[in-house]
């Protein structure tokens, strides 16, 4: 334990945002509900969980993983594939 934590804070360095976590740390983190490993997405700065599609927030460097703080990632594919598709406005 006391070496995780010493892992952990050596590598908090200066490129740590005030939102940002230590990678070593998103690396050790798993998804609470598919037990699967989370990414930490810089565009929205917070983790994600592929496997069940859904993110988890971190305020003040402290990542959320309650599953009721989690929120489902929009489908950007099928957006996207919706709005190349000509509608007929015939009816």
Known sequence: MR????MLFSHA?????????PQALADL????LS???LRYCEASGSLVSDAVRVS???EDGIPSLVPKDAKFLEDDME???????????SG
């Open 56 to 58: 988890f927030p971190i």
């Open 29 to 32: 983190l798993v998804c609470p």
């Open 13 to 21: 360095g200066a490129g740590a945002g005030r939102r940002s976590i």
């Open 79 to 89: 957006k996207s594939e919706q709005g190349q598709i000509p509608r007929d406005s």
């Open 35 to 37: 037990k699967k490993p």
């Open 3 to 6: 070496r995780t934590a010493s």
